[in-house]
């Protein structure tokens, strides 16, 4: 699945509803990076994952959902979660399953 442009690349995660700025940033700078067919990776705190993405529509909004699998302290976590961009910003929330969750904005990093 391809995906648009104004989600694909590396957005740097600068805050969340959950989690202060030293955990986000805790082993290496929070990240998201969006794939233009449709894969990826995220890493913030200790947790590293892959994600899978679909574009989808809700009434008359359109956002990123994706599926993730990973690791968080070498232990196995999945989740889902879904992103909107507007410009060189964007917002979002991540679900682990039978965990936590928490929204999140991120900012895109220059190519």
């Known amino acids: ?6 989600y694909t690349g590396v957005w740097r995660i600068t805050e969340m509803s959950m989690w202060d700025r030293d955990f986000i940033d805790l082993v290496a700078p929070g990240h998201l990076e969006v794939i233009p067919g449709g894969t990826g990776t995220f890493a913030f705190g200790e947790v590293e994952a892959e994600i899978d ?3 989808e529509k809700l009434a ?3 956002r990123l959902a994706f599926s993730f699998a990973g690791w968080d302290e070498g232990d196995d976590v999945s989740g889902r979660g879904w992103v909107v961009a507007n410009g060189d910003r964007m917002e979002g929330w ?3 399953h039978l965990g936590d969750e928490s929204t999140f904005k991120a900012e895109k990093k220059a190519k």
């Open 60 to 62: 008359d909004q359109e």
């Open 94 to 96: 991540f679900s682990f």
């Open 53 to 55: 993405c679909r574009i």
């Open 1 to 6: 699945m391809k995906i648009q442009p104004e």
